[in-house]
């Protein structure tokens, strides 16, 4: 025995050369299931144990993916899972003496060689790193032909990485649709001794850059520019902030290593002198100069913003000329509840500058505890000033009926504000109402739990999700209540025996349209409807594509999109021939529904009706309670 008890084939698992896999379970003891304690050792590579029950007693062995065995089980190519148990010492000892035997022999290594090339020239890439199966493997820099050669390799899966500064994977085709992440791609190639040779491309990255002049002559040095880069967020295309970078002595700005992809920048504000210090919010100034946040090529608002693609390694230039513009001071008076009133209550006010199109503005407001008022120094424009007040209780933290909030939109407009109220108050959020149709009696651990998140529905957000709701239905959940704006719902069911009919808001459909919260926390009556005759899908890959091919497999993305509203996030999956070549979707609720599928991985804008027309698909109707099957229509890589 090793350490803690385990058998000496477990502890002595990290000098195993080769996978191995032994297997021990009693299916007499305990139907369907292993008697317990089990006690495991996972490999690498580690996959789930059989689900097939075992009609008896059973010893599994799987050394370099060959299988052999007894007992019914049925297992995957490639798992390497040790699973060895306290009650069973003879067939452990003789299954651990198996495993030491074949641990002895010695190991098969194999090698490949192939080329790297340049994706946009299709010239030989040279000093392009090969890497095979992770940071612990084996690695080489491709020569001035840009070939390589990597030995030491097992026979079956290899997962190879290729990189070069200045360069990202060239798998799919961004001109057609938005890839996911590419940063850590991997190449999963099936080696044998007769592999053929490999062939791996990258694509050079882009670069945009640009010259800052200020209208006064005086050095831009030292003011931030932003890089907003659009994406898809479940579904949806949403811009967010990328990376910022200050303009350097000789009034010039660079972003590099960008991926093919929209992108778009900002000058943040400065003062008049350049620097990114603000005109002073908490002075008694009512007028200042500054330079105001500006969206290349010239506009106040992002909604003015004109986006910049880049692709194949361009290098695009965004020159930024800024102007100087007066800032005025715009004092509003907080009309809070007496207990909230005074220097030294607990309590935090928040104040938040929008711009007319709902995205943050930069502009700093400045509470004056004393006087109960906010000052902010704005340039001209229409603005939003939303305020929150939350008073900190002695306990854990504050509570949801302790936070006031209110707004007020302003035009500022060549004079300063000086006699703005805004009254605060507590927010009233509507409950949400959970309806459950069951058909049958099945209970979960998390029977009817929902979780509902909610992101800004504006053009440029953060991206980050708020909780909204929590608890289990059926019946009424309470809500969080956000500022006031328009919002995505998101909604994720912890039961897996549960699917999405609706959710509305007023009878009009979340899915579709954003939920749209007032200034007092308030929305339209809000409506999650769930149903547990949820339907099944398994997609499969057609026979050729299935099938285990020597060399480099095509990974397929495969989205399954409903043809009616939904919150819940769109279902996905990458389909592997060394995976078996299928998934099984379950929880999906009933009606008709689009199977898209591609050679790459394609971040798909599912929420966009207009693109998903001119994509090709497969229409499938799942009925209630029911299971199907689909052979995929793959396309060619």
Not at 280 to 286: E, K
Not at 322 to 346: K, Q, T, W, Y
Not at 399 to 417: D, E, K, W, Y
């Amino acid at each position: 025995m090793g350490k803690r008890g385990l058998p000496r084939c477990c502890s002595d698992h990290a000098r195993m050369q080769s996978p191995v896999w032994v297997t021990l379970y009693r299916f007499r003891a305990m139907p369907g299931k292993l008697r317990r304690p089990p006690l495991a050792c996972v490999l690498p590579h580690a996959d789930s144990i059989p689900r097939r029950k075992p009609s008896e007693w059973g010893v599994v062995l799987d050394t370099n993916s060959a299988r052999a065995g007894w007992g019914g089980g049925q297992f995957r190519h490639g798992w390497t899972r040790v699973l060895c148990m306290r009650n069973a010492p003879v067939l452990l000892a003789a299954a651990c003496a198996i495993a030491s035997a074949a641990q002895q022999q010695p190991a098969v290594t194999l090698a490949v060689h192939g080329t790297v090339t340049n994706a946009s020239s299709g010239e030989p890439l040279p000093h392009a790193l090969v890497l095979a199966n992770g940071q612990n493997g084996a690695g080489v820099l491709t020569d001035g032909d840009g070939r390589f050669e990597i030995d030491g390799l097992s026979a079956g899966p290899n997962v190879f990485q290729i990189s070069k500064p200045g360069f990202e994977d060239a798998v799919g085709d961004p001109a057609s649709l938005p890839l996911r992440d590419l940063r850590g791609s991997s190449h999963v190639v099936y080696v044998t001794s007769a592999t053929p040779e490999l062939a791996f491309s990258l694509r050079p990255t882009n670069a945009i850059h640009g010259h800052v002049e200020l209208s006064t002559g005086d050095p831009s040095q030292g003011i931030s520019i932003t890089l907003l880069e659009s994406e898809i967020q479940e579904g949806r295309v949403v811009w967010r902030p990328r990376e910022t970078s200050l303009v350097r002595a000789d009034g010039t700005y660079r972003f590099a290593h960008l991926p093919d992809g929209d992108y778009a920048i900002v000058a943040e504000p400065a003062s008049d002198t350049g620097d990114s210090t603000l005109p002073d919010a908490s002075s008694n100034r009512i007028f200042a100069s500054g330079f105001p946040q500006m969206y290349y090529p010239d506009s106040s608002t992002f909604s003015g913003a004109a986006p910049l693609h880049v692709a194949g390694g361009e290098q695009t230039q965004a020159n930024l000329s800024l102007a100087l513009r007066p800032f005025h001071l715009v004092r509003a008076h907080i009309s809070l509840p007496a207990e909230l009133r005074g220097e030294n209550n607990r309590t935090i006010i928040q104040v938040e500058v929008a711009t007319a199109d709902g995205t943050h503005a930069p502009y700093p407001a400045a509470y004056d505890r004393k006087s109960a008022s906010i000052r902010a120094m704005l340039p001209d424009g229409l603005y939003t000033l939303s305020v929150t007040a939350v008073r900190l209780m002695r306990s854990a933290g504050p509570s949801r009926q302790n936070a006031l909030t209110g707004s007020a939109t302003i035009t500022v407009a060549g004079h300063p504000i000086t006699n703005l109220h805004i009254a605060v108050g507590a927010h009233v959020p509507n409950p949400l109402q959970i309806a459950i149709t069951r058909t049958s009696t099945r209970e979960t651990p998390n029977s009817g739990q929902v979780y509902v998140f909610i992101t800004q529905a504006a053009p440029l957000t953060d991206g980050m999700q708020a909780q909204y709701a929590q608890g289990a239905g059926p019946g009424t959940l309470d809500t969080m209540a956000p500022a006031a704006g328009r919002y995505w719902v998101h909604t994720v069911l912890a039961d897996p025996n549960l699917c999405e009919g609706s959710f509305t808001a007023g009878g009009a459909s979340l899915g579709r349209e954003p939920l749209v919260v007032d200034p007092g926390g308030t929305t339209l009556p809000l409506t999650l409807s769930l149903r547990d005759d949820c339907a099944s899908l398994r997609v499969n890959l057609p026979p050729g594509a299935a099938q285990l091919i020597v060399g480099q497999e095509i990974p397929y993305t495969v989205y399954v999109i409903p043809d009616f509203d939904f919150t819940t996030e769109g279902r996905s999956i990458t389909v592997r021939a060394t995976g078996g070549g299928s998934f099984q979707f379950t929880g999906l609720t009933p009606g008709s529904y689009h199977v898209y599928t591609f050679a790459a991985p394609v971040d798909l804008e599912y929420h966009n009706p207009k693109l998903l027309t001119s994509i090709h698909s497969q229409a499938i109707t799942l009925d209630p309670g029911a299971s199907a099957d689909l052979t995929l229509e793959v396309p060619t890589p």
